[in-house]
């Protein structure tokens, strides 16, 4: 797939700036206020593994259509150390970083479709999408 726009994630601040375009993004595509604020969570949660775990990777954007609907798509793609296990992570309250474990699972709530594929010394890419309703 190729992408839209892809927002870099080198420093704790880029999370930020892909936080931001993604709303903005969401807004254009015509989500409502709510889903944008699901949106804007999911890509913080993203873009903060990539921050914490790889040290670097992108947040990449673009508008997918199915059957008369359209949403967005968020890839999170890393070249960092991978995911040792991909069910550990899955599971509510998991955290290696202290915090409140919210992280993956919570993404995968708060969108319409989550797909995740790790290889450890490789990396992660993590696909989201999102339909208007």
Do not use: H
Request: charged share 25%; glycine share 14%; net charge negative.
């Amino acid at each position: 797939m190729d992408f839209r726009t892809c927002v870099n994630i080198q420093k704790e601040w880029d999370i930020v700036g892909a936080r931001q375009f993604g709303r903005d993004f969401s807004k254009k595509l015509g989500f409502g206020i709510v889903d944008q604020a699901r949106i804007a969570t999911a890509i913080s949660e993203l873009a903060r593994n990539i921050y914490l775990y790889a040290g670097s990777g992108k947040i990449c954007f673009d508008e997918v259509e199915n059957v008369g609907s359209r949403g967005i798509c968020i890839v999170s793609l890393d070249t960092g150390p991978g995911i040792k296990d991909i069910s550990q992570v899955m599971e509510d309250g998991f955290s290696t970083s202290g915090g409140l474990g919210a992280g993956l699972p919570g993404v995968k709530r708060l969108m319409d479709e989550f797909d995740i594929t790790s290889k450890e010394g490789e990396g992660t890419e993590i696909r989201v999408v999102k339909w208007v309703r």
